[in-house]
Structure formats: C-alpha cells, structure tokens
C-alpha cells in the first residue's frame, strides 16, 4: 500500500487548506487522518471515514473539518476551514482494512501510513 499525500502549507488564522491522500494497493474499508503536532507530542485522531461513508471527528475540529471520499480514485480529502495555530502540525493519512467502532479508533488500528504533509497556521 502506498499514498500520495498533498496539500499541506503555510497559512493564516481563519484560513483553510484541503488535504487530499491517493492510496494505492488498497481497498480496505476504513481511511482517515492523523497528526502530531511535534516529536514530544502523540499522534492524535482528527478524522476518519469507512466504506459506508460513517464519519468520525475529534472534537477539536469538530464544525471545521471535513473528511470525503472518492472512491472511484481511491482518494480522502480533509477539508479544513477556520484554522487555528493550534492546528499546526504534520498531518498523516492513515488506513486498514477493516474498521471497528470509528470513534475507538487509535493509531495502533492502522496498519499503512502516509509519509506526512506538513500545515502551519499563523496567528
């Protein structure tokens, strides 16, 4: 399994940016995307999305954020809207094959991971 991950940058508060991740070999049930916001800090949640198009937000972004699909090119997008400098950080685009309940779902529940986009939000 390998992604392409793209659309990370450089912006202001009250900004948006869209991330977009292209997997392929891969047509498991459950994407989503992670980030970490430096090496001291745990990868944590901010969306993720199955094959029944169920969804799942971390409540920091919850109103900001949109995770879609398009199947046909085996692609996640995370739109991001209104960021805040608290959003910097490397965002990872993440998969399995299975999902169990989305919103009990950790990073050890994905097996591939992208290389990472970075995104920084200025104040």
């Known amino acids: 399994v390998k992604f392409v991950e793209s659309g990370g940058g450089s912006v202001q508060a009250g900004g948006s940016l869209r991330l977009s991740c292209s997997a392929s070999?891969?047509?498991?049930?459950?994407m989503g995307w992670f980030r970490q916001g430096g090496p001291g800090n745990a990868r944590e949640r901010v969306a993720?999305?199955?094959?029944?198009?169920?969804?799942y937000y971390a409540d920091s972004v919850k109103g900001r954020f949109t995770i879609s699909d398009d199947r046909a090119k085996n692609t996640i997008y995370l739109q991001m809207d209104s960021l805040k400098p608290e959003d910097t950080a490397m965002y990872y685009c993440?998969?399995?094959?299975?999902?169990?309940?989305?919103?009990?779902?950790?990073?050890?529940?994905?097996?591939?991971w992208g290389q990472g986009t970075q995104v920084a939000v200025s104040s």
């Open positions: 993440a998969a399995d094959w299975l999902c169990t309940v989305l919103d009990r779902m950790g990073p050890a529940d994905f097996r591939y």
């Open positions: 070999g891969y047509t498991g049930d459950c």
């Open positions: 993720l999305i199955n094959t029944d198009y169920k969804t």
